[in-house]
Every structure is written in structure tokens, then in C-alpha cells.
């Protein structure tokens, strides 16, 4: 709080007229790094995205004003030390538009393989440096209650951890760019707990060429705490060969990010950012301006995957059998040519006894000689082309077998998963039909309870004495042949066959289907117009006038029945 105090003096003088200006972000500014030096970042990245052993460079010009905006610089060596830990170390200069920060940086990362899918990295990164102001050209009075404030020149030892976990192609890190830090003049914490920088980032790696197998789009997204400042959220997106890059990129703070790069001889790469401001606040101000760097030191073949040994080994058998067949090639003609040099030196010792045509001989087998041997030299050469085709077909045919086999395997599986999926459908339609037809027993046992139990109160019912009511016209019998038991709603008896006929005629012109029987007690037609099971039913046919139908007057028959 000291320090603090100290300075407003200088900022309240050095800054006037400027209150409305944006303050810039007290942290390493390197959101844009997607690859080199991407240990800034998080520094597990150093056991990959850094490609070691290699040598990088970086810098940026803030807003792009290099007299007065801050400027960074990173200048880093990182090294294999064996297949699970990388080590490095490097210079900085850092210009927090307050400070300006110089030291180095020492890295190590380690990894931890659980299986060959999914590895956790842990790694840190170890700042030492001296911090000064950015600018003391003004040393004003102080105000009244406050100290005047005096060049600071501090030794700060800063510790950044991180830690990255990989799930095949996922990656998902957690870092802090001062979660300890020491101020050795002023013998305290640097910074506060609240000034601490978190920073976390997710990302994916799709394969993008079948024919190279490190080209790949890696998007990612994350984001910062920054102290007294709103969290800054981003994405990147990096396209990756071997032969060149590019990236794109945003953040809420410092705006849209592009930038592309290339790589000579597999060991030297360049390239640019360039960084465009979108909020109102600083979509004024220049673009921010990036350059990175970086020479590979170690073998070529290591920076990239090799498709396979095998494939690999049948390349080096190839060359070494076109060295020995040049070899070959090459004593067979020193030897032609020692013999034809022996013949010359033989024949130039009587070359004045020779004949014209022997001359002439001479110098023929001299020219066959040469002619031979460039056949030979030509035809090393064709076969040396056809055994490169011919490892470049094997090459293209084995990356096509490992995809078919891909292919079939991911066939298989779905296929394994579709015939679990159908088992389990049929189980569960199996185990349905089963309680279906246990409620359709349930429910056929019910309905035959209860038709029996009906079928007993329509017995006790017909069975019962009934009683007629005041006024009613009502005949009842145990048995009348051809008639079941039941009560018959009677709308007129008839002696005359005649007089019957007309009557039920004219029932059924109404669009009634009138019934009848013959009583043998008095041998009279009984005209009815339906039979009911109930009482009941057959009272309320009677009251209704048989639903409006018939107005005559009836009356109700019952055969009770045996």
C-alpha cells in the first residue's frame, strides 16, 4: 500500500487530461500464443506446443506505438530431458504500461501417462527480475500527507505453476501467472490476494489431411482473471502443418486477432499477429503488432509423427540397397574404364604400325564404353525413381489400410451397439407382452367375476315376485311353451287371425318389428313389442310408449321360468 501511495503523485502529473484513458492489464499480454512459447501461458505447453529443442522468439508492440506503449519481449530455450520432462529457460522484458520488468524465466514440465488415452502434465514456471518505473523522467513535488515518490529498482522472484490434463485429442489446463511471488527489497508479497492471475483454457485437436499426420485445427477457448479489471474471456482457432500455420482469435478485452506464419527446411519458422480493437474504448487506438520466431535444433523426423515403423524401415532399406547398387554401378565402370585406359596405353606404343581401321576400332570401343556407361548411370537413376514411387505407394497404401481398418472398427461398433440396443428393445418388449398379458388375465378374470355376479342378480331378479304397482296391468306365469323367461311388453291380444295380421301389419309399417306367440291356455295371438330381462326395463318401455313409438295402451307378460 506503500508503493502505492508513492506513486500516485507521479501518475496524477504524468497522466493529466488522460482520466478517461483505458488502463491496461498488469498481465504478460500472451493470449495469442497458440503454439511457440506458449509455456507463457501454461507450462505444461513446453512438452509440446513449444517443439522442443528448439530456440523462440517474441515480441509485441502494444497498440502499436513503440515510443510510449508497452512492449514485450521473450526470448526462450527449451529442451527434452527425457520423453516425460522438458526444462527451459529464458530473457524477458515486460512493459506493464507502470512497470518495466526485467529478468529471466526458468521452465520444467513433466508428464504422467495413465494409459496411452489420457495424460495429466504438471509443470511451473520461475520469474526473476527487476522492476522499475516505466517512465521517471518527471519527478514532481509531492502532495501535502503523501511521500514523494522515488525510482523503485526491485529484485522479485515470481512463481507461475500450471497443470494440463489430456484426454486423446481434449485438453483441459489450469495455470496462475503470480500465484507466489517475493519482493526481496521490500521484503513482502509483491502482490496481494486479490492481484492474482488465474487463467484456465480448454481446446481439441481435429486431424484435418490424411496424408499428414500432425496437420490439425485446434480451437480452444479461455479464460483470465485479471486484478481490478473484468474477467477477459477468448477463443483461438490454429491450423497447424508442417509446412505453415495460421490462427484467428478474440478477446472481450483486446479484440479480433489474426495472424499466419511458415516454416522453412522443417526447422526455421516465422510468422505475424496482427490485433484489432473492437470495444468502444479502445477500437480507436492502433492495432497491437506481434511477431514470432522459432529454429528447431533437433533432428528434422522428430517434429513430426512417423506413420509408421515399419513403413519407416522399408524407406531406409530401400536407400541403403540404391547406395549399394550405385555402389556397384560405380566400381563396374571404374572398371570398364581402367581396361579401356589399358588398351590406349597398349596400342599408343604401336599406334604408328596400326592401320587406319584399327584406328578407327579404337576409337569405336571407346565410344561404346562411354555410351555404356551412361546407360548404366541412366539406368540407376530410373530405378532409384521407381523404388521412391514405389515406397510412396506403399506409404499411401498403408495410411488407406489404416483408415479402412478405422473404418471397420467404427463399423463394428456401431453395429455392436445397434444389436445391444435391438436385445434390449426386444427384452423390454418381452418383459411389456408379459405384464400386458398378465392385466389382460387380471382384467378377464374381473369382467367374468363380475358377469357371474350380474348373471346371479339378473337370476335372483327374474326369480324374485314382483309386485304390481296401483293401476297396473300385469300377468305373470312359471311357463309358456316356446317362450324364455322375461317380461313381454303386450300391446294387444287377438281371437281373430284376421284382425291380428292387420294389426301387425300396420306395427310394421311404423318401422316397428313387432313379436307374437300363441298362449295355449285361451289359444289368443299375443301381440308384444319387445322383451326385457327386468322389471324394471320393461315398465320404463311401457311409460315411455315404447320411445314414443307406439301410443296405444300396453301392459306386461312375465314368464318367470323354471
Known amino acids: 500500500m506503500i508503493k502505492q501511495a508513492a506513486l500516485i503523485p507521479t501518475f496524477l502529473i504524468l497522466f493529466v487530461g488522460a482520466a478517461q484513458e483505458v488502463s491496461l492489464p498488469a498481465d504478460l499480454r500472451q493470449h495469442t500464443l497458440t503454439q511457440y512459447n506458449s509455456s507463457l501461458f501454461n507450462p505444461t505447453f513446453s512438452l509440446d506446443r513449444n517443439n522442443p529443442e528448439s530456440v523462440s522468439f517474441w515480441t509485441r508492440w502494444q497498440w502499436q506505438n513503440i515510443d510510449a506503449d508497452p512492449t514485450t519481449l521473450f526470448l526462450n530455450y527449451t529442451r527434452s530431458l527425457n520423453d516425460k520432462s522438458v526444462a527451459g529457460a529464458a530473457f524477458f522484458q515486460h512493459n506493464t504500461g507502470i512497470f518495466f520488468n526485467t529478468g529471466g524465466v526458468v521452465n520444467y514440465a513433466y508428464s504422467i501417462k495413465f494409459n496411452p488415452l489420457i495424460k495429466l502434465s504438471v509443470g511451473a514456471n520461475l520469474f526473476g527480475f527487476v522492476q522499475e518505473l516505466a517512465d521517471d523522467r518527471f519527478q514532481p513535488e509531492p502532495l501535502p500527507g503523501l511521500p514523494r515518490t522515488e525510482a523503485t529498482n526491485d529484485f522479485i522472484l515470481q512463481f507461475a505453476p500450471g497443470v494440463n490434463l489430456s484426454i486423446e485429442k481434449f485438453s483441459l489446463g489450469l495455470a496462475s501467472e503470480n500465484l507466489v511471488d517475493y519482493n526481496f ?83 526455421f519458422s516465422l510468422g505475424a499477429v496482427l490485433e484489432f480493437g473492437t470495444s468502444a474504448s479502445i477500437n480507436s487506438k492502433n492495432p497491437s503488432f506481434e511477431i514470432i520466431a522459432s529454429y528447431f535444433l533437433g533432428k528434422p523426423e522428430e517434429r513430426r509423427d512417423i506413420v509408421s515403423n515399419v513403413l519407416f524401415d522399408e524407406e531406409h532399406m530401400v536407400f541403403l540397397n540404391e547406395e549399394a547398387t550405385a555402389e556397384k554401378m560405380k566400381e563396374e565402370l571404374e572398371k570398364v ?6 588398351v590406349e596405353v597398349a596400342e599408343e606404343k604401336e599406334i604408328e604400325e596400326k592401320e587406319p581401321e584399327e584406328e578407327v576400332t579404337q576409337t569405336l570401343s571407346k565410344k561404346e564404353t562411354k555410351k555404356l556407361a551412361a546407360q548404366e548411370r541412366a539406368l540407376a537413376k530410373e530405378q532409384r525413381k521407381d523404388s521412391i514411387a514405389t515406397v510412396k505407394k506403399q506409404k499411401e497404401a498403408l495410411a488407406l489400410n489404416k483408415k479402412q481398418e478405422k473404418e471397420q472398427e467404427l463399423a463394428r461398433s456401431e453395429e455392436a451397439k445397434k444389436e445391444e440396443a435391438l436385445a434390449a428393445a426386444q427384452e423390454v418388449a418381452k ?90 291356455l285361451n289359444n289368443y295371438n299375443y301381440a308384444y313389442l ?26 306386461i307378460f312375465r314368464v318367470v321360468g323354471k
Not at 574404364?337 to 589399358?342: D, I, L, Y
Not at 311357463?479 to 311388453?489: K, M, V, W
Not at 326385457?532 to 301410443?551: H, L, V
Open 337 to 342: 574404364q581402367a581396361s579401356a585406359n589399358g
Open 431 to 520: 418383459e411389456q407382452q408379459r405384464l400386458d398379458t398378465i392385466e389382460a388375465a387380471k382384467v378377464a378374470a374381473e369382467e367374468a367375476e363380475k358377469k357371474a355376479a350380474e348373471e346371479v342378480v339378473e337370476v335372483a331378479q327374474e326369480k324374485a315376485p314382483i309386485k304390481p304397482e296401483a293401476g297396473e296391468k300385469y300377468e305373470e306365469v312359471d311357463t309358456e311353451d316356446g317362450l324364455e323367461p322375461g317380461f313381454y311388453l303386450i300391446a294387444n291380444v287377438f281371437g281373430t287371425q284376421k284382425y291380428f295380421n292387420a294389426f301387425m301389419k300396420d306395427l310394421a309399417d311404423k318401422g316397428m318389428q313387432p313379436k307374437s306367440f300363441l298362449r295355449n
Open 530 to 555: 319387445k322383451r326385457y330381462d327386468t322389471m324394471s326395463e320393461a315398465r320404463k318401455g311401457r311409460n315411455s310408449n315404447f320411445n314414443g313409438k307406439y301410443s296405444g295402451k300396453t301392459w
Open 185 to 267: 527489497k521490500k521484503k513482502e508479497s509483491n502482490t496481494v490476494t486479490s492481484d492474482k492471475i488465474f487463467m484456465g483454457m480448454a481446446s481439441y485437436d481435429f486431424p484435418v489431411f490424411v496424408s499428414d499426420s500432425t496437420a490439425y485445427i485446434r480451437p480452444s477457448i479461455y479464460l483470465r482473471t485479471i486484478p481490478e479489471q473484468e474477467n477477459q474471456i477468448g477463443v483461438n482457432a490454429l491450423l497447424s502443418t508442417q509446412k505453415y500455420w495460421g490462427q484467428v482469435g478474440y478477446n472481450n478485452f483486446y479484440g479480433i486477432s489474426i495472424g499466419a506464419g511458415g516454416t522453412i527446411l522443417n526447422r
